[in-house]
């Protein structure tokens, strides 16, 4: 089964920051990485696509990079609504999907 | 608008059965695969089962060992999981979500609010 490691944990950060959150496969996914966004109570909402595709109606302060096992998940200049939870998700082994274990984003 | 709406969780005691919902809004419900995928309290995702646009490409965790039937009614909109033999471990508020496509590796682009299940005597 194909790992997703992400770091850090946990990331503290001020409005206006620039942030970058790291993901690690365990082997090449070519660029089969997405990442998600998640609110405490709430569902995940699809930020980034194919490692660097935004997802429709997703703010351009979101921006991904990377291929084959490592990627990363850049916010340009945080803004409150941005404190949350983010996963990374490779499938390329469809039909076998998994998910990195999280990074909380938190206020400083 | 397009929307994902859980329902059927509860609390249920270890080795019972429990049947989840999922209804779909705001898209041509059987052009997509459905995913399910659960939370542990406190913990990340876990991808559960897929089941293709057409119902006929079904593919499950390695983990469920089984135990988990899904299934999907495309005249009713509507996708469903069958859990048996529940365990503790299987506590988790359960997501549904759709693929980009019909089937293949995409992402999930819509998501459920999910639904509670409490496995616990």
């Known amino acids: 089964d194909i790992q997703m490691t992400q770091s850090p944990s946990t990331l503290s950060a001020s409005v206006g920051d620039r942030v970058t959150i790291t993901c690690r496969a365990s082997q090449t996914i070519s660029d089969f990485l997405a990442w998600y966004q998640q609110k405490p109570g709430k569902a995940p909402k699809l930020l980034i696509y194919r490692a660097s595709t935004l997802q429709s109606g997703v703010s351009s302060r979101f921006s991904g990079s990377g291929s084959e096992t490592d990627f990363t998940l850049t916010i340009s200049s945080l803004q409150p609504d941005d404190f949350a939870t983010y996963y990374c998700?490779?499938?390329?082994?469809?039909?076998?999907?998994?998910f990195g274990q999280g990074t909380k984003l938190e206020i400083k | 608008e397009v929307q994902l709406v859980e329902s059927g969780g509860g609390v249920v005691q270890p080795g019972g059965s429990l049947r989840l919902s999922c209804t779909a809004s705001?898209?041509?419900?059987?052009?997509?695969?459905i995913h399910w995928v659960r939370q542990a309290p406190g913990k990340g995702l876990e991808w559960v089962s897929v089941?293709?646009?057409?119902?006929?490409?079904?593919y499950y965790a390695d983990s469920l060992k089984g135990r988990f039937t899904i299934s999907r009614d495309n005249n009713k909109r509507s996708l469903y999981l069958l859990m048996n033999h529940l365990r503790p471990e299987d506590t988790a508020l359960y997501f549904c979500a759709k693929d980009q496509a019909e089937m293949g590796a995409n992402p999930f682009d819509i998501w459920g609010q999910g639904t509670m299940v409490t496995v616990s005597s």
């Open positions: 998700q490779q499938y390329n082994s469809y039909p076998l999907y998994t």
């Open positions: 089941i293709g646009a057409d119902g006929d490409d079904i």
């Open positions: 705001g898209f041509t419900f059987h052009d997509y695969a």
